[in-house]
């Protein structure tokens, strides 16, 4: 998995990798186009939007939080350790060496191993 990728070449470095879900934020995405602006609006009614606010906690927890010190390759959603359901391409390991490679070489970074 590329977070595990990542995690482990972090190795002993006190640098940790998470991933998390920030929730469906209330935002002002989509605020030029009038349709687009509808569209989020009823998404965001519908399936229950949260505020800028609450959707920061769970980045702020992961920064902050004692009780999370030191682990590393999480999914977090609402402050919690949450089951990451995804496809099997998104847990591979080959292709998250493939995936490091090609985005250390687009960023000009050493492929560190």
């Known amino acids: 998995m590329v977070l595990e990728s ?21 935002t002002g995405i989509g605020q030029t186009n009038a349709w687009a602006k509808l569209g989020w609006k009823l998404i965001v009614y519908l399936r229950g939007g949260i505020s800028v606010a609450d959707g920061a906690k769970t980045s702020v927890y992961l920064a902050t939080a004692p009780e999370v010190e030191g682990l590393s390759s ?12 995804t496809r099997a391409e998104a847990v591979s390991d080959a292709v998250g060496e493939r995936l490091w490679k090609v985005s250390a070489g687009l960023v000009g970074l050493p492929c560190l191993s």
Do not use: D, F, M, W
């Open 74 to 85: 999480g999914y977090y959603a609402k402050c919690r350790l949450a089951e990451l359901q």
């Open 6 to 26: 990542l995690a482990r070449r972090l190795g002993e470095s006190n640098v940790t990798a998470n991933c998390l879900h920030p929730g469906l934020i209330a």
